[in-house]
């Protein structure tokens, strides 16, 4: 039994015609649809969906006479219907399914005298179908190669790239202010009450592992409500994250620094305003989250801004801790997208369900960036319009990625770490999506990026003969104390 994707493509009788297209589901074995509109029939659409054509009595007769025609999915078969409907006169027969598409399939042999095109259809689509072109619509089938490459994954290659470079960079000056309140013992304090990082150990690399498992886990089984817990938390940190990143930006301009004076505490109005703004694109985006013509743009900014502040807020104290989570990490991506299949009832990923939302849940996990496709072609109407890249691909690497900065910084050595390592997340990024194009199936990034980037920092270590102390760390990294 073979199911394959499809498209639906509808006309409607204005002028200039509305056309719109929508997912259809068909079996290759039984009907050989065109791979272009060039080639397609079109046929007037009769809707009677208010009947499940199990028997020829259900119609009038001569109503289908030449027509597509649309009923609902029922107690028999779809054969069944085809051949009932093939002998009314009907051209096309779509059925209509509120459960989520499934692979049609039945025993052919029992039904070779039906040639009747038969297709799934969701039944949500016919609705919206008479909503936009009105109840005089003409229709066509037809399946469309997909495409070798979208070029949506250059889109999501620079903001990964961009991110991650831009990560590291902002810890590395963060990094020098440090290395510069030290040689200045006034500024000390000042600083250190500046300072929010967080500095990972091995033992909170290993518990950061483990609380990721449980939590991928617990949203497998209780994603239709932890889905909104993860969501009240990605706009709550987007925000504080979006905040953080254009203050910083704020803070370079030497204009409209008025002040005013609450409770003994004194605060930039600017920044007031900031705060207020932040909060509102992170309302707005939980609001429209489902409208997929423009929220991306708003998820994208709001997860940009949360991965840098991510990677400039949480400190690797050496490179030991990076290999150590980076390593942890890369076995947790491929346990979950290639091993799980094996344990799962359904034969699904756990990370991939989860990430597509299980049992055809509505309500998508916001931790990723996504862009959408930009190739025409069914699987982008039934399975993902958007190409999708993990938070986690771009915040994992890039914590080895500011740490290489921070190093360069103490070591005075020009950037070369950082500039290395930046090179081989760009390479491994490109890797992943040659990868991606080949299998034509989801690749857990980490599995490329990750041996890209800490074996690049490992050779740069070696040919500077500084392992040992990249493995280790500097003694101000660890935590400096007067």
Not at 315 to 343: A, E, Q, W
Not at 411 to 426: E, G, L, P, W
Request: hydrophobic share 50%; charged share 15%; net charge positive.
């Amino acid at each position: 039994v073979a199911a394959d994707e499809g498209i639906l493509h509808t006309s409607g009788s204005g002028v200039p015609p509305v056309t719109k297209d929508y997912c259809i589901i068909y079996n290759s074995n039984w009907v050989s649809l065109p791979k272009t509109l060039d080639n397609a029939t079109f046929s007037t659409l009769e809707n009677l969906t208010s009947t499940v054509l199990c028997s020829s009595a259900e119609v009038p007769s001569g109503l289908m006479k030449d027509k597509a025609v649309v009923v609902m999915r029922g107690n028999c078969t779809f054969l069944e219907k085809a051949r009932i409907a093939q002998s009314l006169g009907a051209k096309m027969l779509l059925i209509a399914s509120k459960p989520r598409l499934s692979p049609i399939s039945d025993n052919k042999t029992d039904f070779e005298d039906v040639t009747l095109p038969i297709a799934l259809i969701r039944y949500n689509d016919i609705v919206d179908m008479q909503l936009v072109l009105g109840n005089e619509i003409n229709v066509t089938l037809y399946s469309p190669p997909l495409p070798e490459f979208d070029c949506s994954m250059v889109v999501i290659f620079l903001i990964a790239v961009f991110t991650v470079a831009l990560g590291g960079y902002w810890s590395g000056v963060a990094e020098l202010e440090n290395l510069k309140a030290i040689a200045s013992p006034g500024e000390r304090e000042t600083r250190w009450k500046k300072e929010e990082n967080v500095t990972f150990t091995p033992v909170t690399v290993i518990l950061f592992v483990v609380i990721c498992c449980v939590m991928l886990v617990l949203l497998y089984f209780f994603y239709k409500w932890l889905v909104y817990v993860i969501i009240s938390v990605f706009c709550l940190a987007s925000a504080m994250s979006l905040y953080n990143c254009l203050a910083a930006l704020i803070g370079e301009i030497p204009f409209g620094q008025c002040r005013i004076t609450c409770s003994n505490k004194t605060i930039e109005v600017r920044l007031i305003f900031l705060a207020i703004f932040c909060i509102a694109a992170a309302v707005i985006w939980a609001v429209f989250r489902n409208e997929d013509r423009w929220a991306w743009i708003l998820q994208d900014i709001l997860g940009v801004a949360f991965c840098l502040n991510f990677i400039k807020t949480l400190k690797m104290p050496n490179f030991k801790s990076c290999v150590i989570l980076l390593g942890l990490l890369l076995l947790y991506d491929v346990f979950f997208v290639f091993i799980t299949p094996f344990i799962t009832k359904n034969g699904a990923s756990i990370m991939v369900e989860v990430a597509a939302g299980p049992f055809g849940n509505s309500e998508k996990l916001p931790v990723v960036i996504r862009v959408p496709r930009l190739e025409h072609s069914a699987s982008t109407l039934c399975d993902l319009p958007f190409s999708l890249l993990g938070f986690g691909d771009i915040i994992v690497p890039g914590l080895l990625v500011a740490y290489c900065r921070r190093f360069d910084v103490q070591t005075r050595s020009s950037s070369i770490y950082y500039i290395s390592c930046t090179i081989a997340y760009a390479v491994g990024m490109v890797l992943t999506f040659v990868v991606l194009a080949l299998m034509k199936m989801g690749q857990p990034a980490l599995l490329y990026l990750v041996p890209c980037t800490l074996i690049t920092g490992s050779l740069v270590a070696w040919r500077r003969k500084e392992m040992k102390k990249f493995w280790k760390g500097s003694s101000y990294q660890v935590g400096w104390r007067p």
